[in-house]
């Protein structure tokens, strides 16, 4: 996929889950309030926050296209990344002012403090179309997410689906509080905050990794180690380190040649290695080869050619 392309759809995914996130927010929040349900207005205040942070995601992505300059040698892609953490403590925050809120409400009601008595059925429909709604654009953002590796759209997509979840309890609330159990409608906002919170938490926890540098994990060293066992001259793979920035890799590798070859046929097949990695490895930017006289002997080292 070319860089123009993902850029592209990446902003349609920030596009689409932006205007929705308006419409549903005036939407839910508007008749949560008139139609008296806790916990469509908690899922209306979800997406008013959704709609601040699709803004910062917006913001951090445009960015993230800034070309290479003498600071950043390998760009600015990273930021994705970081739009992402700024995601997920919005979605923290937001958890934690719901659930709150909603434990309050139960309290008044079990308390006798107040006379809920059930939503209207306006703010029933309204759930089940985000339920709905969100459905289609949980199953899209993740596609896109996964097809260009973008971590800032990728939380999008848990969000979308977090909020699939958080509409149904919504659902389930307002119904059962309409059925008689009105202090199940509050109960099930509190149900929806621990979900938004979970979700936070986990989209916290990946980009963070992805700042921390958590590659090459085992899958990557492997595959790499394969596609360079299948290069006769290759005698050894010492070493492999990768680094990433946003959805792309920057790779290091120390590889053992024969001892007898000149200069120029080790450079030669150093760049080999670099042309297999760039053919064979996804989202690979920089490949970086580093070769000296092969030590058989070197417990450390796989070795790798006739054989194995």
Known sequence: MGSEQRERK???????????????????????????????????????SDVAYYIVVSVFMRLARKPPDH??????????????????????ATATAIFWNAVNNVYNLLAGQSDFSGAMVG??????????????????????????????VLALAYDHRNDVFSASAAV??????????????????????LVILRTGIEILRESSADLMDTVPGQSL????????????????VEEIHAHRFGPFLVVNVTIGVDGSLSVAAGDEIASQVERTLYKHVKFLRRAYVHYHPA????????????GE
């Not at 600071?71 to 923290?92: N, T, W």
């Open 10 to 48: 990446c902003a349609l995914a920030v596009s689409l889950g932006l205007a929705a996130n308006i419409l549903l927010a005036v939407l839910k929040t508007t008749i949560g309030i008139w139609g008296h349900s806790p916990a469509l207005l908690a899922d209306g205040i979800n997406s008013t």
């Open 123 to 152: 703010a029933l429909w309204v759930a089940v179309f985000t339920v709905i709604l969100k459905l289609v654009l949980t199953i899209l953002t993740q596609r896109i997410g996964q097809q260009t590796r973008n971590a800032a």
């Open 221 to 236: 060293a492997r595959q790499i180690t394969e596609l360079l066992s299948a290069i006769p001259e290759v005698k050894q």
């Open 71 to 92: 600071e950043h040698p390998y760009g600015h892609s990273q930021l994705e990344s970081i739009g992402a953490l700024v995601v997920g403590s919005f979605v923290i």
């Open 295 to 306: 030590d058989t002997s070197h417990p450390a080292v796989a070795t790798l050619g006739d």
């Open 172 to 193: 389930i609330g307002i119904f059962l509080g309409r059925m008689g159990y009105p202090w199940v409608d509050p109960l099930a906002g509190a149900l929806v905050a």
